[in-house]
C-alpha cells in the first residue's frame, strides 16, 4: 500500500499540502465561511474565498490564523480536519502528518492543530517549526555546525531565525509582511487619492508595481477601481509604483532592523558563516520586488530568495518525516 506522509503548512494566508513521493497537493487560501446565526460553516478554502463580501451579511469568510497566531480554535480544528481528510479520501492507510505552525503560536494553539489532525485520522503527529522546515525545504543541509540565517516573510508576519545543527539558534518575528503591506497601500490610497480601494485590489497592485527599494523596478502605472471618499461613487485612478515607493520602504525597514538586531545577537562564528552564505528569504512576502536588494544593501550581507519560497515550508515539513524515518534527528517540537 502506497505510503502518502503529509508536510501541512498551515499558515495565515494559505494552506499548503505535500505529500512525500507526490508533491503539492493542496495550495488553497486559509479561510473559512462560517453562518455567524448558525455557528455551521459553510465552505472551506478556495470555496470560502469566493463567497467573500459576496454573500449576505450573516455569512462571514474569517480567517483562522491572523498576524501569523492561531486566532480561533475552532476554526483552525475544521480547516486543519477538512484538508487532510480530503487529502485521506483516496487512500486506505491513515498518514503520518507533519505540521508547520507559525512560530509564535502557544502550546494551546498547537495541540488544536494536533487535536484536529488526530480527529481526521492521522496515525502520527508532529509539530516542525518553521525555519526548519523552510531551511530543508530549500535544500539546505542543516545538519552541519554552520549558521543558516532563514526570513521567512508570510502573508502575517515575518519569522527571522538563525539555524545551525537542525536547530533554531536565534528567531523573533515582526509584523510586517505581506498583509501589511496590502494595509500600506490602502491606506496610502485613502489619504493621498482620497480613494478607498480593497484588499485584492491592493494586493494585486503590490504584486504588479509594489517596491520596497528605488530603482529595482521601471516606472510603472496602474489603474485601480475603489469608492471616492469625495463623492462616495466608483472611480478608477492610476497609481504608478514610484508613488508607492517610500510608504513601502519605510514599512519594510523595520523588518531590517530587527534582522540586523538578530544579526548583532548571533555568535560570531555563525554570524561569519551567514556572511559567507547569505541570508536566505522564503515565503510569498519575499517577492515583494526590492525586498532582497534593500536587506542587501542595509546589513551588508547578500541576500537572496529560496528558489522554491511559496512551498518550501510544506516541502521541508514532508521532508523532515521523511528524515526522521532514516533516524536522522531532527528538531520537533513533539512527537504525539
Ligand atoms: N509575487 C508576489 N509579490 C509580492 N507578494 C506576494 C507575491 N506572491 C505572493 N505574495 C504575498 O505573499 C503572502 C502570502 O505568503 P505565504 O503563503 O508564504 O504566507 P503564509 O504562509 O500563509 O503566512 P504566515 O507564514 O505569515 O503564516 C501574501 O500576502 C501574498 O500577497
Known sequence: MANYDIGFDLGTTSIIIYVVGKG??????????????????????????????????HIVAKRPLENGVISDIDMTEEVVKYFIRKVSSSYVVKPKVAI???????NVESRAAVNAALSAGARKIFLVE?????????????????GRMVVDVGGGTADIA???????????SVKCAGTQFDEKIINYVRL?????????????????????????????EMEVKGRSLETGLPVKITVSSSELTATLNEFAMSMVTTIKGILEKTPPELVGDIWEDGIMLTGGGS??????????????????VSETPIDCVAIGTGMALDLMEDGYSINYDRDY
Open 130 to 146: 518553521e525555519p526548519i522546515a523552510a531551511a530543508l525545504g530549500s535544500g539546505i543541509d542543516i545538519s552541519k555546525p554552520r
Open 100 to 106: 508547520c505552525v507559525p512560530s509564535s503560536v502557544t
Open 192 to 220: 493621498n487619492r482620497k480613494v478607498l480601494i480593497g484588499e485584492r485590489t491592493a494586493e494585486r497592485v503590490k504584486k504588479e508595481i509594489g517596491a520596497v527599494m528605488e530603482g529595482v523596478l521601471p516606472e510603472t
Open 287 to 304: 517577492l515583494i520586488k526590492g525586498l532582497p536588494e534593500l536587506i542587501s544593501k542595509e546589513t551588508g550581507v547578500r541576500c537572496y
Open 162 to 172: 538563525v539555524i545551525s545543527l537542525n536547530d533554531v539558534v536565534l528567531s523573533t
Open 24 to 57: 503539492i497537493v493542496v495550495k488553497e487560501p486559509s479561510v473559512i465561511a462560517v453562518n455567524q446565526k448558525t455557528g455551521e460553516v459553510l465552505a472551506i478554502g478556495e470555496k470560502a474565498q469566493e463567497m467573500a463580501g459576496k454573500t449576505p451579511a
